[in-house]
């Protein structure tokens, strides 16, 4: 296993931070839906719907999506892991966010490191870019995790809402799932993607009918 270097740990923290322009601060991932709907009200609500985000839908394929992506040989073999991640979106909106982001994300990052990558779905495409640039696969994936949970994270903070010591306990207790989940998945294959958090998926359809709403998804 290849040792991350302070270069590796740094790229990834700013590929993965608030302030590189994706906009992933704009998607909530169905967390607003189910907000409005009462079914997120608490921090232990968040903590529980977050985790099972992690560990039982988007963030568990995710995680097998990006690794696949890093381990693809050829531009065929990437393509298909991406058109994978496409028919693995459970709604029109998930599909959008997962695009959106990606576009973004696979624009600045070929710019910025003069990189060689088409435009992929968000973790295909950090998959790629941590590949290309010999960055360390269950580094990428643990980071990449951490991330999305603490987006949703700040969304909750503003949405149920959580106080802001509450929710850096929230990504500090989420923080150690993500780490499993990507030494669970640095091995695994497409095979093994699956989801059974269907809750969420439901809350994201939702949220494309919803009146009145913050966040794109």
Not at 65 to 89: G, I, P, Q
């Amino acid at each position: 296993m290849a040792t991350p270097t302070d270069a590796d740990i740094l790229t990834l923290t700013q590929w993965l931070s608030p302030a590189y322009p994706v906009g992933g601060f704009a998607y909530s991932h169905g967390l607003e839906a189910a907000i409005e709907v009462g079914a997120v009200a608490s921090a232990q609500d968040t903590k529980a719907w977050i985790a099972d985000v992690l560990e039982n839908g988007a963030g568990w394929n995710d995680a097998l999506l990006l690794a696949a992506a890093f381990k693809a040989k050829d531009s065929e073999e990437l393509n298909t892991v991406d058109a994978t991640a496409r028919a693995f979106c459970a709604s029109s909106e998930r599909l959008m966010e997962a695009h959106l982001l990606g576009q973004a994300f696979s624009s600045v990052t070929a710019e910025v490191w003069d990189l060689d990558f088409d435009q992929l779905t968000y973790p295909v495409a950090v998959g790629r870019a941590a590949r290309l640039k010999s960055i360390p696969l269950i580094l990428t994936t643990k980071m990449f995790l951490q991330a999305f949970a603490s987006n949703l994270v700040a969304c909750a903070t503003r949405l149920v809402p959580l106080g802001q010591t509450d929710a850096q306990k929230l990504i500090r207790d989420l923080t150690a799932l993500c780490d499993r989940l990507a030494e669970d998945t640095q091995h695994l294959g497409l095979e093994e993607l699956s989801s059974t958090a269907f809750l969420s998926d439901i809350a994201s359809m939702t949220h494309e009918t919803q009146y009145s709403r913050i966040f794109r998804t």
